[in-house]
């Protein structure tokens, strides 16, 4: 029997052979019952910490560090650059194709050259901007519903875009207007719930100093 501490814990364990103490990606050791709580990555078996643990990101494996999380989920949006949550669900997926990408990789669509600009995929998988320029080079008609023209003068590129550039690009205006108001109304709930808050906090001051 050896003795372990565990880096998460602090609390001593045992066990009979070393090759049954779990590790993570730095080779600390971890007790199995902060092993099995999910306290450590099951991508990389990196150690949870900070907000990784207060707020875990989680999928059917198990708990995930932010950089796994990231490189696994996430995608870097090619019209403004910054990280979205990739789609999950056909419906939720848009990707836009640039004309340069259009000419350099002869993508075509029902027979013809492909219009660049905003799409949505109608009846194919959530994973179609790759194929368009990796796999195949061609769809039939119907595969696909164009939502906006742009040529995106100067880019080149054939990907997912973020729902903010969806919405800044190829939603109307009518549900552009719909969605800050959404927004809007949510900003001044909960300005409104944290006022509500700091008045209770205020009266329970007077009423101890009474």
Not at 187 to 204: G, R, T, V
């Amino acid at each position: 029997m050896k003795n372990y501490k565990c880096e998460i814990c602090k609390a001593e364990f045992t066990t009979e052979k070393e090759w049954m103490v779990k590790e993570d990606s730095h080779g600390n050791k971890v007790c199995n019952e902060c092993y099995e709580k999910g306290t450590v990555c099951h991508f990389c078996d990196r150690i949870l910490q900070g907000e990784e643990m207060e707020s875990p990101r989680e999928d059917n494996g198990g708990k995930i560090c932010d950089e796994c999380y990231s490189e696994h989920y996430q995608a870097g949006c090619p019209v403004c650059e910054d990280n979205f949550d990739m789609a999950t669900e056909a419906e939720d997926y848009y990707f836009a194709i640039t004309k340069t990408a259009i000419d350099d990789n002869g993508v075509r669509y029902d027979g013809k050259p492909m219009t660049p600009g905003v799409y949505k995929a109608a009846k194919s998988s959530i994973c179609l901007a790759r194929c368009l320029i990796y796999g195949f080079r061609s769809l039939n008609d119907g595969a696909l519903q164009l939502i906006r023209k742009n040529d995106f003068p100067g880019e080149d590129f054939c990907d997912e875009i973020c729902p903010d550039c969806v919405i800044r690009f190829a939603r109307p205006i009518r549900h552009f207007a719909k969605m800050l108001r959404r927004k809007l109304y949510y900003e001044w709930w909960q300005l409104e719930i944290k006022i509500k808050e700091n008045i209770m906090k205020f009266m329970k001051k007077i009423g101890a100093m009474q």
